[in-house]
């Protein structure tokens, strides 16, 4: 086996990895900024959650057939591109701001736009690091990864809130600004092409059932992708029950957010140790123990101990749950063939997001009829169940990845 240098010396990565680093911080700079401004320019919380609605439907309905294309074409000239398009949405949405131009409509628009680039950029960014790093340092780089969206998350919102107090068209501003930082990266980390000899293209439904097929094909990998979105849906659910039991606790708007940033604090740290975590276990038994780790946490948070204990419990599983998304990336990344990567990245964005909005949704009705710990309990015992079955599955168990 060929020797390769540590990842921090692998240029192409390094670059790639900070210029999506800036971007992702403008990200979460608009995610409170976007919402401040729809309701301060027409009062329509409705609309608010419109545009950001808006957004991840573009993404879910794009990113299937932008996963074909994306193995179809140059994966630089894709990832350039749909940065670049990103790039010029942004400017276009602050230079309206500035002026006052901006109508109702719009922000669909702008939002919609986005999305579908989004579409394009994260299956192009997968093949990307494919091409770049070393099959022995994925774990690291996808730690790496990891860590850069929970700092962006923690410091995006906040920062975006004080900027967005200064003037309102600073966030977006510095939005566009990050996007032009991202795209000069990415042309200089010079990312290789897709090889010259490459397999007919395919109609797209014929693209799309090859890339299903090989995944259900995939035994380990399946029950493995099964358990990670039961996982999406039902840590998503105990959002809401959550700010509920802080309520019903005596905790304000203060207390509550205090122990949400407990999720950003544990997630970064997480998300640095998830290599590590990552080699304590196989891939199959690790997903499982994180699992039970979470419904745990979740049954200690609903002990009846003031409005600030869910904090520690709330950490400890936002500190485990990036070594799942690190594993789940890096074995994918490993066994699907280069010229599918693409493809069944956006089958498993699509699956992942797909069930997203289910969650607050079913949360939102729980602790509507049983109250906040009640929920937060019943939720943490239905993951326990959910890890007891993946543990009776042989092919998890055995799945090494």
Known sequence: MADHPPLRRNRPFQLLWIGGAV??????????????????????????????????????LVQLPAGVWVDRWDRRRTLITAQALQLANAVLLAV?????????WQFLVFGIVDGACQAFTEPARTTAIRAIVPPQQLATAYAQEE??????????????????????????VLDAVTYLVALVFTVMAKVPRRPEVAAPPQRMHRA?????????????????????????LLGGAFMIPLIVLVTERGGDARVTGAVMA????????????????????????????????????????????????????????????????????????????EDMI??????LGVLGRG???????????????LGGARSVALIGVVILVTAGVAISSRAL????G
């Open 23 to 60: 971007s992702q911080l403008g990200v979460e700079l608009t995610k409170l900024a976007m919402p401040l401004l729809v309701l301060a320019l027409t009062s329509s919380p409705g609309l608010a959650g419109l545009v950001t609605g808006a957004k991840v439907a573009a993404t879910v």
């Open 96 to 104: 309206l701001v500035m002026t006052g131009l901006l109508d109702a």
């Open 147 to 172: 860590s850069r969206n929970h700092a962006a998350r923690l410091l995006g919102p906040p920062l975006g809130g004080l900027l967005y107090g200064i003037a309102r068209a600073v966030p977006f």
């Open 208 to 232: 799309l059932g090859e890339s299903f097929a090989w995944l259900w094909r995939q035994r380990g990998l399946r029950e493995a992708t099964l358990l990670v979105n039961a996982l999406n």
């Open 262 to 337: 407990g999720i950003g604090i544990g997630g970064l740290a997480g998300a640095l140790l998830s290599a590590r975590i990552g080699r304590l276990l196989p891939p199959g038994p690790l997903m499982v123990a994180v699992v039970a780790v979470f419904g745990a946490c979740l049954l200690v948070m609903a002990l009846p101990f003031g409005p600030w204990w869910p904090l520690l419990p709330l950490m400890v599983l936002s500190v485990t749950t990036p070594a799942l998304n690190v594993v789940l990336s890096v074995v994918t990344t490993r066994l699907v063939p």
């Open 342 to 347: 693409g493809r069944v990245s956006s089958v």
């Open 355 to 369: 069930l997203a909005p289910i969650g607050p949704v079913l949360g939102g009705a729980l602790a509507g009829v």
């Open 397 to 400: 168990r055995g799945f090494t």
